[in-house]
């Protein structure tokens, strides 16, 4: 079956956090040559490509999201040549990969920031956003950064403030500043000519800023200034860089937009001439619950649908909660990838969700992360070993609970298991154009508990989507016919569907 999708919009892509895949040198930190390592695992899983979180220089005060240098990789990772190396293994596989760019701040520690803050009058000091003092001295605003306090830091030698949305050590670029744009482009630029296929944009809305810079209301200052930052300064920045990567052939541009609106969402993809992809959050954050995802699903098809704007799912990432622990149970977890991978949209899976991984307890002592979120970044266990197929017992945190069950060559012996689950799921979506591209109506089958959705598109049999989001008794559904092509819950099961579904249970069913 021809692919005549863009190939970012028929893919899957798989998120890997570079510190938790694979360590291959015994520092306890995953590196890329643990990831080239690995790159079977992808192929054999059947996704199509990776993204990688930052793996630039950095003094790792958010773990690499502040960078240090766009055009180098920390030693911790590696290098260029095995970043070169790992790019290069990974397209022999056909796998595309995408870095990570972070373009709202650097570091602290970037030689941009160190030239500001040396003087008022310094030749890179518009590339950051200084302000005086209120009047009457603090803070120039009431912004609230992403992990506590003011968005706002005196600088005691040049005796002004300057805005990060996140930790001081993350001092906000100025993008309304022409020389920013030009040098970050650069940076694009740079990955680009090794051969990237595109990048995944860390919090791209936050770069246009009102010049203006007023408080925040007073009700939502709490949520912090990150989730309000919705402004009209950001689109002509996007325009520019669509415009980089499309002269470039084929380059993709997914953007976390963390508004929590998908009306919001929508606007970051322009005229198609934005972003290729955003995230939508809201579902992430959506309970395991039939008519949560009703809403969420039809929400998104009305808000994204009248723009063409091309949807994306995620349930887990490194900054949340992985899904398994937010639903509470291996049969909602074996379910959510059956709605994750059917649904109308490019999925994003999450290293070690195919693994059925839960969140990791971090004792107080071992918290490391500014934001808390540890949890979610446990090491991913290869095997049943005591490393866990790492080249140290001691990862920089703890293995996350059931490692010994749970690694990668445990689950590749049980042909039942999630990871074989998810394979399946992959195979069958490589092969239905209506699952790839299809449309989606959304059905009612007389039961509130059960989600269901068709898809269907030319040339391709339509696919029913039954997910059961209760686990208590099993259900009978209407009007629902069908070949049972893949069931969350009965490996084996195949055949016409009866209209019974188990207690959690997902079915999808090839249209007769
Ligand atoms: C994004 C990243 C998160 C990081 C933040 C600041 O939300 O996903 O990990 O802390 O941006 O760069």
Redesign the pocket.
């Known amino acids: 079956m021809p692919f005549d999708e863009p190939w970012w919009k028929s893919s899957v892509i798989y998120q890997i956090y570079p510190r938790s895949f694979c360590d291959t040198d015994g520092d306890g930190i995953g590196d890329l040559d643990g990831v080239r390592r690995h790159l079977d695992h992808l192929t054999w899983l059947g996704v199509d490509g990776l993204w990688l979180?930052p793996v630039f220089p950095s003094p790792m005060a958010?773990?690499g999201?502040?960078v240090a240098d766009y055009c180098d990789v920390d030693p911790v990772f590696g290098d260029l040549a095995a970043m070169d190396s790992l790019i290069g293994e990974a397209h022999d596989r056909g796998l595309r990969v995408l870095l990570?760019w972070?373009p709202?701040?650097t570091s602290d520690r970037h030689p941009w920031f160190q030239a500001a803050r040396t003087s008022r009058d310094a030749a890179l000091r518009d590339f950051y956003m200084w302000r005086d003092p209120a009047p009457g001295g603090g803070p120039p605003n009431n912004w609230r950064a992403?992990?506590g306090g003011d968005a706002w830091t005196f600088d005691d030698a040049t005796g002004q403030y300057y805005l990060h949305?996140?930790l001081p050590e993350?001092p906000d670029l100025q993008w309304a500043n022409p020389e920013v744009e030009a040098a970050m482009h650069d940076t694009l630029r740079f990955w680009i000519d090794r051969g990237v296929d595109g990048f995944r944009m860390?919090?791209i809305h936050l770069i246009g800023k009102d010049p203006a810079l007023p408080d925040d209301p007073d009700d939502l200052v709490e949520l912090t200034h990150?989730p309000l930052n919705h402004r009209p300064e950001t689109h002509p920045l996007l325009r520019r860089l669509r415009t980089l990567l499309d002269d470039a052939g084929d380059r993709m541009a997914v953007g976390?937009v963390?508004l929590l609106d998908t009306a919001q969402v929508a606007e970051y993809y322009g005229d198609d001439d934005e972003l290729h992809l955003c995230f939508n959050f809201p579902p992430l954050f959506a309970p395991w619950s039939a008519s949560a995802w009703r809403s969420q699903i039809r929400r998104t098809e009305a808000e994204l649908g009248p723009r063409g704007a091309w949807p994306t799912w995620v349930l887990s990432?490194?900054?949340n909660r992985r899904h398994r622990t937010r639903y509470g149970t291996d049969a909602a977890a074996r379910a959510a990838a059956v709605l994750l991978l059917t649904l109308r949209g490019t999925p994003f899976l999450y290293a070690g969700e195919e693994l059925g991984l839960q969140d990791g307890t971090i004792a107080p002592d071992r918290v490391v992360d500014?934001?808390g979120?540890d949890g979610c970044r446990c090491p991913i266990p290869w095997d049943d070993s005591p490393t866990h197929g790492w080249a140290t017992e001691d990862p920089w945190l703890p293995w996350p609970p059931e490692a010994d069950v749970r690694s990668v060559d445990r689950l590749r012996q049980d042909p039942e298991s999630i990871l074989w689950l998810y394979r399946e799921l992959l195979a069958l979506r490589r092969h239905s154009r209506s699952l790839r591209a299809g449309t989606l109506e959304l059905l009612d089958v007389g039961n509130d508990d059960v989600l269901a959705y068709r898809r269907q598109a030319d040339g391709d049999a339509a696919r029913l989507v039954l997910v059961h989001m209760a686990t208590t008794d099993e259900v009978r559904v209407a009007g629902c016919a069908g070949e049972v092509e893949c069931s969350s819950a009965v490996p084996g099961r195949r055949g016409a569907f009866d209209g019974v579904l188990a207690p959690g249970e997902a079915v999808v069913l090839r249209a007769g």
Do not use: T
């Open positions: 979180s958010d773990f999201y502040d990570d972070v709202n701040h992403a992990f949305c996140f993350q860390d919090v990150v976390e963390y990432n490194h900054d500014p934001g979120r």
